[in-house]
Structure formats: C-alpha cells, structure tokens
C-alpha cells in the first residue's frame, strides 16, 4: 500500500512555517502540496481534511464562522416546479425568502449565532411559492419557518428567540434584568413601529417621525455601547431588516431622512452596517425601494 505523506506549511508575515499552534492558523495562508497515488488523485482541500480530522475540521469552519470570515455560497430560490427536501429525516432547515424582512430577521440570528453548518438555508421565490409549503410547512404560505426536532415553526419574534436559546453559539438576550425587561418592551413595540412607518406612506414621510423618535430615545437608555441595550442583541435584530428598507425608501420617494436630528440611530445604522452576519443576509437598496414601490403602488 502506498504511503500518504503530507506537507502543510504556513505562510504568516512574509515567513514559513511548518509548525504553528492552530489557534493562530486562521490567520496564515496554508499551503497544501497535492499528493498523487496510484490512478488517484486527491486534491488539496480533500487532503486538508483528512490531516486535520474531522472534529478539527469542525472546529475551524466554526471559528471561521465566529470572526465572520466564512461567506456562504447561497442556494437559489425553489419555486412551484421544484420538489420538496425530505422532511424530518435529522437536518434543521430555515425556509426563507430572500427579500423578506420578517425572515431576514431569523436569518440574521442564525448567522449571529454561528449557524450556517447546522441550519441549511432553503429559500423560496416569494412571487411563485411551491404548493407544498403551504400544504406541509405554513398553512398561511408566509416566511420563515422552521424545520426542527420533527416539526415546523413559525413567527419571525418567537423564532429568533427559540434559536437563540436552543442552539449552540454567543447568548443574543441579556441577563440583566433592566434589559431584559426594556428588550420585551422594544420587541412588543416592532409591530406598532412597523405600522406606524407604513401609514406614512400614504401621506407626508413626516407621519413616521414620532416612531423614529421613539427609537432614538430608546437608543439612548443604556450608555455601555451603540446598539438598543448597549450591546448587541436580539432587538437590534428584530429592528434592522426594516429600517434598512425604510430609510432608502423613505428618502428616495418621500424625501424624508430618518437620521437627520437622530444622531443615535444614525450610529446605530453605522455600527449595524459593520456586522459581517448581517451583511450577509442584506439587499442592494435600489432593489428595496424597488419593491417597495411596486407594493405599496396603490398609496403612492
């Protein structure tokens, strides 16, 4: 039987090495000579995981995860003519769709958490869903739901807190009890916030300014950081996939800026804007606005 041999060397600051300790390996190229055996051909990245093991396999896609390094490759969307994945057989699958804010939101969790290897993203079209996710996932045919344990849930708030209490990764609800109780009051106001931005629509972009006053008060109740309870949490969560399509929309058909005379939600927006887990799950603003447009065409 041939023998494998194995050459991993690193490249860090311009030196090599083949000995680094593995916490400092995310930070140093590896190179990985290919290996050829008889009427074989094993190719790096395979030989890579065969040295490593697969618990440490693991433990670096993760730590990739965790610094934000890792960018998903992301399906397309399944639309009536595609077929269903199979149900209950031990995988946790998020359906979403790409451009819905309510979905974002789980999605946005999923990734805060460091989740993309345990929570297979399934995405549907929005404009021409597949009958069997109305008829086996969401009788209501809305995203997101998920599929778990042998069974599907629903509603976007409850689901950012179910996945945040039962799956591995950085706590996203706080302990305290001051903030604790300020983060029920902040997601309980997401639905009234929401309603009242949309039925400025209608009217003078102006209607919604009570609601944005409302959040730059509330970001200025903790002082030990830039988001809603000072750190980052669930409720930033909650609010970001909406005020990321209010604030281009507002601006570009009202000509209305959330953030003038709103320094904290303008930092807010800043601070939100540098976190890798959520740029992932963004949209290009045009296309916002776009559809934004296109749905509330009758308030115009």
């Known amino acids: 039987m041939a023998s494998l041999k194995l050459k991993v060397s690193y ?3 311009n030196n090599n090495t083949d000995s680094i300790p593995f916490s400092l390996s995310l930070f140093c190229k590896k190179e990985v000579t290919q290996i ?5 051909t094993i190719s790096p990245p395979k030989l890579h995981l065969q040295a490593l093991g697969n618990a440490r396999a693991k433990v670096l896609f993760s730590a990739k995860i965790a610094a934000g390094t890792v960018n998903e490759v992301l399906p397309p969307p399944l639309d009536s003519t595609s077929e269903p994945p199979q149900f209950f057989d031990g995988t946790t699958r998020l359906y ?3 451009t819905c804010p309510f979905a974002q939101r789980v999605w946005i969790t999923r990734n805060c958490k460091g989740l993309q290897d345990k929570i297979k993203l399934v995405i549907l079209d929005r404009e021409n869903r597949p009958a069997w996710y109305k008829e086996k996932i969401n009788s209501a045919d809305k995203v997101p739901s998920l599929e778990h344990n042998n069974e599907f849930k629903g509603e976007s708030l409850d689901l950012i807190k179910y996945i945040d209490s039962h799956f591995e990764g950085p706590s996203l609800f706080p302990h305290d009890p001051d903030k ?3 983060a029920e009051e902040l997601l309980s106001y997401t639905d009234k916030f929401n309603k009242a931005v949309f039925s400025s629509f209608e009217r003078d972009g102006n209607v919604a300014g009570a609601a944005f006053d409302y959040i730059e008060t509330a970001l200025s109740k903790f002082g030990d950081g830039p988001f809603f309870l000072g750190q980052f949490s669930l409720v ?3 609010y970001a996939p909406f005020i990321e399509r209010f604030q281009p929309f507002l601006l570009d058909v009202k000509k209305y800026d959330i953030i003038a005379g709103r320094p904290k939600l303008e930092a807010w927006i800043k601070e939100m804007d540098k976190n890798d ?3 992932q799950t963004r949209r290009e603003p045009k296309e916002l606005v776009e559809i934004y447009k296109k749905r509330f ?3 115009l």
């Open 236 to 238: 930033d969560i909650a």
């Open 96 to 98: 979403i769709s790409y």
């Open 36 to 40: 050829r055996f008889p009427n074989t």
């Open 11 to 13: 490249r860090c600051s």
């Open 297 to 299: 065409s009758t308030l």
């Open 180 to 182: 604790k109780e300020f």
């Open 277 to 279: 887990a959520y740029k």
